[in-house]
């Protein structure tokens, strides 16, 4: 019987739907693989194979055999999933409508119209760099046009390498981890162009730049201030304070340290026991963090939660689950082959330049 409401859950008790889960998971066995990022609420995590960030989650998917991959995460994961997916394995994302937001703010349109007015000022010399959080579209724009993927990780070592190919970068889609990443590097500010998708400035006035952001941010990141960082410290006198490149320019400075998803778990398992260290990254991230390590204190920055990655709740895993034992799987995700082989192309480049 094809599985379509999750209504029929409405009066299940949460261990029924637990015992249901684990039921479905022992008879998939190697033919399931479930992916879980690491800002899903605990109720959707807890049934992970791998946790990770988005790039790492994709690395599993592409290396497992299983035939079904159920990616508890944000569209464009399950997306990059799917283009790294190997022939006859469906990715299946339990909430489609979980989007986001900072992906959906450029367009492979948008990019490929930016690409060329600003040809105009700089001839063929751009490598067009995406942030992994961007849509298979903006991927397969990138790939058509020589550039690669970076991940929060490894975003200045994909610079280096776009700058050994060309002598100006496109950024898509975070204006904060574009800027964070160029001067870090040493780019002098003025060298450095934000585009407007809504409202492009003509290109002439970016003609002496050489890195130029796209003017996308994600809102978790973006909602931590100075003022937090400082607050942070008064309160907890001696603390570590560390944050994501996806926030501002200001808060990065003022924290202790920055880093990716990853690299902010590695700062909380290395910092000493009895240590309070402040985060600023998404919620349920830091309150696990806090759970899983008891002998060090680990707080929020400001409470920061990302809507689209809460979405993913215990109905929406059992119904997706069910869907697959029944052979009709629902909410299945898929990218056409030729935008797939051009994004696959740019994740390829970022793999072997990193
Ligand atoms: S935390 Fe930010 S970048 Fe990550 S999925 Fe949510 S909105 Fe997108």
Request: one cysteine or more; glycine letters at 6%.
């Amino acid at each position: 019987m094809p599985v379509t409401t999750l209504a029929r859950y409405r009066d299940w008790p949460e261990e029924r739907m637990v015992a249901r889960i684990l039921e479905i998971k022992a008879q998939l066995g190697d033919e399931l693989t479930i992916l879980g990022h690491h800002y899903q609420r605990d109720e959707s995590i807890q049934f992970a194979d791998y946790r990770g960030d988005s790039l790492g989650l994709s690395e599993q998917a592409a290396q497992t055999d299983a035939r079904h991959i159920l990616f508890c995460g944000v569209y464009f994961m399950a997306e990059t999933a799917a283009v790294l997916a190997k022939s006859g394995q469906v990715v299946v994302q339990p909430v489609p409508e979980a989007l986001c937001p900072m992906a959906r703010m450029a367009t492979g349109a948008e990019a490929q119209g930016a690409y060329e007015l600003l040809s105009g000022v700089w001839g063929d010399s751009i490598v067009p760099i995406t942030y992994q959080n961007s849509t298979a579209d903006v991927k397969a724009f990138v790939g058509r046009h020589g550039g690669a993927v970076c991940t929060s990780s490894n975003a200045r070592q994909l610079f280096e390498w776009a700058f050994r190919q060309g002598e100006h970068i496109l950024f898509l889609p975070d204006e904060h981890l574009g800027t964070n990443t160029a001067l870090d590097m040493g780019i002098p500010r003025e060298q450095l162009g934000v585009w407007n998708p809504i409202k492009p400035v003509r290109p002439e006035y970016l003609a002496n730049a050489r890195v130029v952001v796209w003017q996308g941010f994600c809102s978790v990141h973006t909602r931590f201030t100075v003022e937090d960082v400082r607050a942070a410290r008064e309160r907890y006198p001696g603390c570590i304070v560390v944050v994501h490149p996806e926030c501002r320019r200001e808060v990065v400075v003022e924290a202790d340290q920055y880093g990716s998803t990853t690299g902010i778990i590695r700062v909380v398992e290395q910092a000493p026991a009895g240590a309070t260290i402040v985060v600023g990254t998404e919620y349920h991230l830091v309150q696990r963090l806090n759970a899983e390590f008891p002998d060090k204190m680990v707080v929020p920055l400001a409470v920061s939660v990302c809507n689209t990655m809460a979405m993913t709740r215990l109905p929406h895993v059992l119904l997706a689950l069910e869907s697959i034992v029944a052979g009709e799987p629902i909410n299945v995700v898929s990218v056409d082959a030729e935008t797939a082989h051009w994004a696959r192309m740019a994740l390829k480049r970022m793999l072997e330049a990193s």
